[in-house]
C-alpha cells in the first residue's frame, strides 16, 4: 500500500537558518503530494502541493520539488523564524488506488531558537 | 477565507459512553472526511463520505463509529461506546473537488479524553 516515510525529528535550528526535512514516498499510482503544517494548539493547514512530477510547490518562503526518480518530496527554506516552529506533515494523495484519502507521514517537530 | 469548524474543541467522556463530535464544512464542499491523531502519532485516515453515503473507511472505523450529515450542513462522527484507546485528536476535513487535486481544509481538531 502507500506509505510516506519522513525524516524523524525533532529538529532544532537557530533562526534565519536553512531548513531541509526529507520525505519520500511509495505508491501504486501517481499520486499528488502535500505538506501539511500544524501550528502549537491549531489545526492541520496545508502548506503547499504538487500534484505532477517536477511540479515546485512554493508558500511562505517554503517549497518543495516533486521528484518522481527519487520518489521524494523534501520541504525546504532559505532562511526560517522562529514562527515557523510546528510540526510538519507530509502526505500523499493517490487517485489510481480509487480513493481521495491523504495517506500521512509521522510529522517532524521543528523548534527555531532565536 | 472559509473555514471548517468543529465542536468542541475538547471533550472528555467516561469509557463505554456515546460521543458525538462535530463539524461545519465549508458550505459548496462535497467531500468530507474523519481523520484522527494519536498523541505523537501519525494523522490516520478514518473516513471519507461522498453524496451521502461513505465512500471508504479504513480498519480503524469498525462498528463503533458511525458518520451522518443530518441536515445539509453538519457532518458527525459519533463513537457508539467509547474505549481508551479512542483518545486522540479527531480531524473533521471537507474538500470541493477530490481531495487530491485541491488538497483537503481541515478542522482545527476536537481533543477526545476517554476516561
Known amino acids: 500500500g502507500d506509505s510516506v516515510t519522513q525524516m524523524e525529528g525533532p529538529v532544532t535550528l537557530s533562526e534565519e537558518a536553512f531548513l531541509t526535512i526529507n520525505c519520500t514516498y511509495t505508491a501504486t499510482g501517481y499520486p499528488s503530494l502535500f505538506w501539511y503544517v500544524q501550528y502549537p494548539g491549531e489545526g492541520l493547514q496545508l502548506l503547499l502541493k504538487a500534484t505532477k512530477a517536477d511540479d515546485k510547490g512554493s508558500n511562505k518562503g517554503f517549497e518543495a520539488t516533486y521528484r518522481k526518480e527519487t520518489t521524494s518530496f523534501h520541504l525546504e527554506k532559505g532562511s526560517v523564524q522562529v514562527s515557523d516552529s510546528a510540526v510538519y506533515f507530509c502526505a500523499l494523495s493517490d487517485p489510481d488506488f480509487g480513493n481521495e484519502k491523504l495517506t500521512f507521514g509521522t510529522g517532524t517537530r521543528l523548534t527555531i531558537i532565536p | 477565507e472559509p473555514e471548517v469548524t468543529q465542536t468542541p474543541s475538547h471533550q472528555v467522556t467516561q469509557m463505554g459512553q456515546e460521543v458525538i463530535l462535530r463539524c461545519v464544512p465549508i458550505s459548496n464542499h462535497l467531500y468530507f472526511y474523519w481523520y484522527r491523531q494519536i498523541l505523537g502519532q501519525k494523522v490516520e485516515f478514518l473516513v471519507s463520505?461522498?453524496?451521502?453515503?461513505?465512500?471508504?473507511k479504513s480498519e480503524i472505523f469498525d462498528d463503533q463509529f458511525s458518520v451522518e450529515r443530518p441536515d445539509g450542513s453538519n457532518f458527525t462522527l459519533k463513537i457508539r461506546s467509547t474505549k481508551l484507546e479512542d483518545s486522540a485528536m479527531y480531524f473533521c476535513?471537507?474538500?470541493?473537488?477530490?481531495?487530491?487535486?485541491?488538497?483537503?481544509?481541515f478542522g482545527s481538531g476536537t481533543r477526545l479524553t476517554v476516561v
Open positions: 463520505f461522498y453524496n451521502n453515503e461513505i465512500s471508504e
Open positions: 476535513a471537507s474538500s470541493f473537488q477530490t481531495g487530491f487535486n485541491y488538497g483537503y481544509t
